[in-house]
């Protein structure tokens, strides 16, 4: 059974940096559609970030775009959200979530498996 362990949360000042990391046990992670996923407290959670199993392709939410890359590491079992710029408004919990979709070219923020989460606080 895939098992995904987040790691790489933190509190950090208006324009700083993170790198959250989405590690994997049980399975090969390159054959996952791999998503990030957020949650403020008070509001709904929000798909942040998707990288595909083919290609990569990756998608990011507007809020997002140009601020935060994603990637895999498919020897490493290990996909980065690489988080720049980071704003008030970013702090939240952050999830990484996982579908089996391999050889696709397309992902989506949706996921079977998910880890336990990371806080992510920005302010100043």
């Known amino acids: 059974q895939l098992q995904l362990v987040e790691s790489g949360g933190g509190s950090v000042q208006p324009g700083g940096s993170l790198r959250l990391s989405c590690t994997a046990s049980g399975s090969r992670l390159q054959n996952w559609n791999i998503a990030w996923v957020r949650q403020a407290p008070g509001k709904d959670r929000e798909g942040v970030s998707c990288?595909?199993?083919?290609?990569?392709?990756?998608d990011y939410a507007d809020s997002v775009k140009g601020r935060f890359t994603i990637s895999r590491d498919n020897p490493k079992n290990t996909v980065y959200l690489q988080m720049n710029n980071l704003k008030p408004d970013d702090t939240a919990v952050y999830y990484c979530?996982?579908?089996?979709?391999?050889?696709?070219?397309?992902?989506?923020?949706?996921?079977?498996?998910w880890g336990q989460g990371t806080q992510v606080t920005v302010s100043s």
């Open positions: 979530a996982a579908d089996w979709a391999p050889y696709l070219n397309v992902c989506a923020t949706t996921g079977t498996y």
């Open positions: 990288i595909s199993t083919n290609g990569p392709f990756a």
